[in-house]
């Protein structure tokens, strides 16, 4: 029981986590976005991320509310 409660309401270690997982995301979408067509396609500038916002989009509004902060 005590399992189920803390994975339905993180800590503030998971907090500081996924926002730092959200952080690390952004960098990586960024450094893409801006990458020279020479370094990386644009067709692959924009496929790497889409499995990323697939699972991200999975998640329940409350999870993607405290990951944004």
């Known amino acids: ?11 503030p270690t998971t907090t500081a986590l996924e926002r730092t997982l ?3 995301l952004t960098e990586i979408v960024i450094g893409l976005d801006l990458s020279d067509d020479d370094a990386i396609t644009p ?10 916002i697939a699972l991200l ?4 509004e409350l999870n993607r509310r405290a990951s944004s902060g």
């Open 43 to 52: 067709e692959a500038a924009t496929a790497v991320p889409e499995p990323v």
């Open 57 to 60: 989009q999975d998640l329940p």
């Open 22 to 24: 959200a952080k690390a």
């Open 1 to 11: 029981m005590a399992a189920t409660a803390r994975a339905s309401s993180p800590g």
